[in-house]
Each structure stands twice: as structure tokens, then as C-alpha cells.
């Protein structure tokens, strides 16, 4: 059974840093992927970073230089280091698991259902 826990999101003001951290147990596929991705209410759900097992990494285009996906696979944990934080950012963020490598196809996507794994979200909230 897959379970991703999301972690470390608060409520900071507009330039400043927040580290989210995703835990995942049971997602031992060797191949796979993981993301994060975000929602503000009203709006659909939208691919933030991506990173396959082989280390290749996705960024939206919004978030570029800005954040940084990473994962320490000793610890299973996933997560996501975002810099100069805007009130755009605003959010609730979600990390995602898919059993086969994604970064090369429209993963970004949420209506592509390329995810089949979700967590329960972490709400970041930058403030102006």
C-alpha cells in the first residue's frame, strides 16, 4: 500500500524560502517518478517539478530558478526547496507518485492522470 505524507508547508512572506518534504512507504518501484503539484481553489491542479529514478528533473515554467526538487532515496522522501517565494505561490501543494518514468511526457498535466499516487497536500501561504 502507497502512502505519500506531505510536510513543511506554513505561511511566509514574499521573498522568503520553505522546504516541503514528501515521505512515501510502500512506492518501491524501481522506476518511477515523482512531483509535486499545486491548486489555489477554482483552479485546476497544475505540475510544479517532476523527478524521474534516473535523476532527470521538470520544472514549470513559473517556478524555474526559484524551486528545487530533490529526494534522498535512503530515507524514501521526496522534496521540494523553494526560493523568493511570491504571493502567486500561494497554494496547496501535493506530492505525486507514478510507477514508470514521466519527466519526458506531459506529466505536468493533471488531466493527462499521468499520477496514479497522491498525497493529502500541504498548504503554503506567501503573503505580499
Known amino acids: 500500500q502507497v502512502r505519500l505524507v506531505e510536510s513543511g508547508g506554513g505561511s511566509v512572506q514574499a521573498g522568503g524560502s520553505l522546504r516541503l518534504s514528501c515521505a512515501a512507504s510502500?512506492?518501491?518501484?524501481?522506476?518511477?517518478?515523482m512531483a509535486w503539484f499545486r491548486q489555489v481553489p477554482g483552479k485546476e491542479r497544475e505540475g510544479v517539478a517532476a523527478?524521474?529514478?534516473?535523476?532527470?528533473?521538470s520544472y514549470a515554467d513559473s517556478v524555474k530558478g526559484r524551486f528545487t526538487i530533490s529526494k534522498d532515496n535512503a530515507k524514501n522522501t521526496l522534496y521540494l526547496q523553494m526560493n523568493s517565494l511570491k504571493p502567486e505561490d500561494t497554494a496547496m501543494y501535493y506530492c505525486?507518485?507514478?510507477?514508470?518514468?514521466?519527466?519526458?511526457?506531459?506529466?505536468?498535466?493533471?488531466?493527462?492522470?499521468?499520477?496514479?499516487?497522491w498525497g493529502q497536500g500541504t498548504q503554503v501561504t506567501v503573503s505580499s
Open positions: 505525486a507518485g507514478a510507477p514508470f518514468q514521466a519527466v519526458g511526457s506531459e506529466w505536468h498535466n493533471f488531466e493527462k492522470g499521468v499520477f496514479g499516487y
Open positions: 510502500g512506492f518501491t518501484y524501481s522506476s518511477n517518478c
Open positions: 523527478i524521474d529514478s534516473d535523476g532527470s528533473t
